[in-house]
């Protein structure tokens, strides 16, 4: 068996980075409101926002702070009802918690997406949906942006591991009233840790960016309509979520790289797909008509097999080196929705629990080759083999 490619470690920071830290450090210029233009964060911004076609951006300390302060830029009161769909990071309810709003998840299906019925019933009792484009998956968000605009319920996008998929030709984060991005280490683009917010509408934007911590009159050194500001100057909150300049100087030489890693993590996923595809005991949803994606990881899903089975996959898989988690039965696992015990008891979501007993998630990174991506489908294929005792179908 040809050897196995090193399925965790991030990319290196392009070289680019290091003329940018150097100065920073020798400077000690690390906050972004102390330089009176173009810190390394503001910069971020604006080359973020045009990079995705966007009026506004604003870079914050993660995802999680994005999601927090579009719900309180939104204006959402306390104990307002924000659905979700019931597969995503716990981070997602707890920046709803977090905000003193109170989350409503709906079912999720086989292919990993919203299931339209349920998201459609429960739709006239909620204030706000955010959208967790979980791993990457779309749902049809032509038919959640038509729901949700003829009740006037806004819509969030949490894009954190979406960055550079397409829904209808449209960059996903850009197609509802706020997007939010994520900069941890697994994403697409690696600060450590931050995240970034984008929209189109001034007036939620200054408060975004008031709520995130510029305090006084910091705010004038965002390039946004300086009217929509003075009017929340002193009414809102600081939370200080604010991005550090360190930070924005390891990302931005990243951008760059963005459109690669964007085709050669859907190269890698696809090829890896078509391979999994050939045995009978390997569901691999496809993308929806609209949706183009840009995926940095593999789902699948076992099919006709006891959880026996499954738990004996993953063992298996793991001896001959590639780590594979079930969602819903690895223990403790954060993607599982009765672990999120802080929101009280587990509601009933048969449909999701069923989609999580099965669902498999696998590394992937843009960076390894088509030869790696072939050694880590046979490891995959040869671990279900072994378990199910069944020859797949060989290679066409
Ligand atoms: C990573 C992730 C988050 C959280 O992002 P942070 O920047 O770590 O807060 C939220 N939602 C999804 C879908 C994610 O993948």
Redesign the pocket.
């Given at each position: 068996m040809p050897d196995l490619p090193n399925m965790h470690d991030a990319e290196p920071i392009p070289d680019a980075a290091r003329g940018e830290i150097e100065r920073l450090l020798h400077s000690g210029d690390l906050f972004r409101y102390t330089a009176s233009e173009g810190s390394p964060v503001a910069l971020l911004e604006e080359e973020f926002a045009a990079w995705m076609g966007k009026r506004f951006a604003l870079a914050v300390s993660?995802?999680?702070a994005a999601l927090f302060l579009s719900l309180k830029a939104l204006g959402l009161p306390r104990d307002a009802r924000v659905m979700i769909p019931a597969f995503?990071?716990a981070?997602?309810p707890s920046s709803i918690v977090h905000a003193d709003c109170v989350p409503v998840l709906c079912e999720v299906d086989d292919s990993y997406r919203i299931d339209m019925a349920d998201f459609e019933a429960r739709l006239d009792d909620v204030d706000a949906v955010m959208i967790?484009?979980?791993r990457g998956h779309t749902s049809d968000m032509d038919a959640i942006l038509r729901l949700a605009a003829a009740r006037d319920i806004p819509v969030i996008e949490?894009a954190?591991?979406s960055l550079g998929t397409r829904w209808n030709g449209q960059l996903v984060g850009t197609l509802g009233a706020v997007g939010c991005f994520?900069f941890?280490s697994?994403?697409m683009l690696n600060g450590g840790?931050g995240?970034i917010l984008l929209t189109d509408d001034a007036d939620l934007i200054a408060r975004a960016v008031i709520l995130s911590g510029a305090y006084e009159h910091n705010w004038k050194k965002h390039p946004v309509l300086h009217e929509a500001f003075a009017k929340w100057q002193n009414k809102l909150p600081l939370y200080n979520l604010r991005m550090s300049n360190l930070s924005a100087a390891v990302i931005r030489p990243q951008l760059d790289e963005l459109d690669r890693r964007v085709a050669n993590g859907r190269r890698n996923h696809d090829h890896v797909a078509d391979l999994l595809r050939r045995s009978p005991w390997i569901d691999v949803p496809s993308a929806l008509p609209k949706e183009e994606r840009a995926p940095d990881s593999l789902q699948f899903s076992l099919t006709g097999m006891d959880d026996a089975s499954v738990d004996a996959f993953v063992e298996v898989a793991r001896t001959m080196g590639v780590t594979i988690q079930v969602f819903g039965r690895s223990t403790d696992n954060a993607r599982a929705f009765w672990n999120w015990e802080f929101l009280g008891p587990a509601p009933d979501l048969p449909k999701t629990r069923q989609m999580l007993s099965r669902a498999c998630d696998c590394r992937l990174p843009a960076r390894l080759t088509l030869e790696d991506c072939d050694a880590v489908a046979d490891v995959i294929l040869s671990a279900i083999d072994h378990v199910m005792q069944q020859p797949v179908q060989a290679t066409a």
């Open positions: 993660s995802c999680s995503t990071f981070a997602v967790s484009h979980m949490d954190a591991h994520s941890q697994y994403k840790e995240g």
